[in-house]
């Protein structure tokens, strides 16, 4: 089998219901293309039928690739096996659930050939309702956002375009996979995003809920620690230390002043007590720091890769081969 140009990758959890009809869209969407490609369905361990009629659309058409899972992990540890396994220099995301239109996939394509590494889909006429859905997930997008700095209104739909070298160079957990394009702009990507179709579920109602919205603030903090921090830790473990313990050190010259030069009894005051707590702490956030440096560095050096990626690359023909 050829290798396909682009990787349709799907994560997927209870949606038996859906999977004929997406079968069908997504192979009138396909068929249309003028190259070849794959489907990449990643079962997260469902507990209905998903299995069973995946396998019967696996039988019907050698495109489709089903990875099951032993147990539910959840959609970013689905998509992390979805990009392992795909070939294409192209990876195309999209959930099982219908909402996403196939139909949609020629325009990402052709917006990420101008020059793009990821395209984002953006729901601007949403089907969800306002109060529940769409106002949380509109203050959502504009923290990430600002946090973050790669600007999209949309970081919660699953429909992506990116190109292969980028989904191969990031590590995913957690809830990460919505922070993709922040998380790849540390390697450097251009990031753009286009209205897509979003339609009504027919199936089945959301996996979602509150827990999964507490789960990503918390992952937002994680983000911003990995695109400001995650190779040069010391600096924000090390300036909350030196904070800390000057602060502690500041406290402590007062209360030493007050002790020679005013007689103050200083040896029961909280203050005291206050200030070496501080001291204390400042050099723990400062040891925490190094221990993390070394740790980065030696994470690198066994990884032995770079900590760039390179986009293009202009030689001599004569240098190729001493590169």
Not at 174 to 183: K, S, T, Y
Request: charged share 25%; proline share 4%; with cysteine.
């Amino acid at each position: 089998m050829s290798v396909p140009r682009l990787s349709i990758v799907i994560p997927l959890y209870n949606e038996a219901e859906s999977v004929p009809a997406l079968h069908e869209e997504l192979t009138a969407a396909l068929d249309a293309l003028e190259f070849d490609s794959e489907v990449i369905v990643v079962d997260d361990g469902s507990s209905d039928g998903s299995f069973a009629a995946l396998q019967a659309v696996h039988e019907r058409d050698p495109r489709w690739t089903i990875l099951r899972f032993r147990r539910n992990h959840g959609q970013t540890t689905a998509l992390s096996a979805g990009f392992r396994k795909a070939r294409g220099d192209v990876v195309i995301t999209l959930d099982a659930d219908l909402q996403n239109d196939p139909h949609d996939i020629p325009r990402l394509l052709t917006t990420l050939d101008q020059g793009y590494d990821i395209v984002s889909g953006w729901r601007r006429d949403r089907k969800e309702p306002f109060l529940t859905r769409r106002l949380p997930s509109l203050l959502a997008n504009r923290l990430i956002s600002r946090v973050t700095g790669v600007h999209l209104h949309d970081y919660g739909c699953t429909l992506k375009a990116y190109r292969s070298v980028v989904v191969k160079n990031i590590q995913l957990y957690g809830e990460l996979h919505r922070f993709i394009p922040a998380v790849a702009s540390q390697i450097g990507v251009q990031v753009t995003e286009i209205a897509v179709n979003d339609r009504p579920r027919r199936y089945g109602s959301s996996k979602y809920g509150i827990s999964r919205t507490i789960r990503v603030l918390l992952d937002l903090v994680t983000v911003r620690f990995i695109l400001g921090y995650s190779s040069r830790p010391l600096q924000v473990f090390g300036g909350l230390g030196l904070l800390t313990g000057g602060l502690g050190v500041a406290i402590g010259l007062i209360l030493s002043i007050e002790k020679l030069a005013y007689n103050v009894d200083i040896g029961n005051r909280p203050l005291l007590i206050l200030a070496v707590l501080l001291v204390i702490a400042g050099v723990q956030l400062i040891s925490i720091g190094l221990v993390a440096e070394i740790l980065v560095r030696s994470w690198h050096e066994m990884r032995g890769h770079p900590v760039y990626i390179l986009r293009d690359v202009l030689e001599r023909e004569e240098d190729k081969g001493e590169s």
